[in-house]
């Protein structure tokens, strides 16, 4: 059983940053990949990026690519997504989940989710 606490979230004007963390408690942190989600009211949940168990593979949503970095220390149970040059349209609540398998799989089952964490972006 693995726990996540997303934290971070805030209003911010377009163009600025934001940093969301993701804490997990449990030993086992480092066994799973870890994937960054949002969904924005009326529109489909979106896999904003993930990373591999050791940090080494990323991937990201072409609609974050260049915005967005994920990074992960699992001495520390915590995987960080790093939001710059925000824009409206990335306004939602954003999700951790975590994966007993591949970011590279489109259908990875992402067992564990926390709670969210609201990201707005408006002037």
């Known amino acids: 059983q693995l726990q996540l606490v997303e934290s971070g979230g805030d209003l911010v004007q377009p163009g600025g940053s934001l940093r969301l963390s993701c804490a997990a408690s449990?030993?086992?942190?480092?066994?799973?990949?870890i994937g960054w989600f949002r969904q924005a009211p009326g529109k489909e949940r979106e896999r904003v990026s993930c990373?591999?168990?050791?940090?080494?593979?990323?991937n990201y949503a072409d609609s974050v690519k260049g915005r967005f970095t994920i990074s992960r220390n699992n001495a520390k149970n915590a995987v960080y997504l790093q939001m710059n040059s925000l824009k409206p349209e990335d306004t939602a609540i954003y999700y951790c989940?975590?994966?007993?398998?591949?970011?590279?799989?489109?259908?990875?089952?992402?067992?564990?989710w926390g709670q969210g964490t609201q990201v707005t972006v408006s002037s």
């Open positions: 990373v591999s168990n050791n940090g080494a593979f990323t």
């Open positions: 989940a975590a994966a007993f398998g591949s970011c590279r799989d489109n259908r990875v089952d992402f067992k564990y």
């Open positions: 449990g030993l086992t942190f480092g066994a799973y990949a």
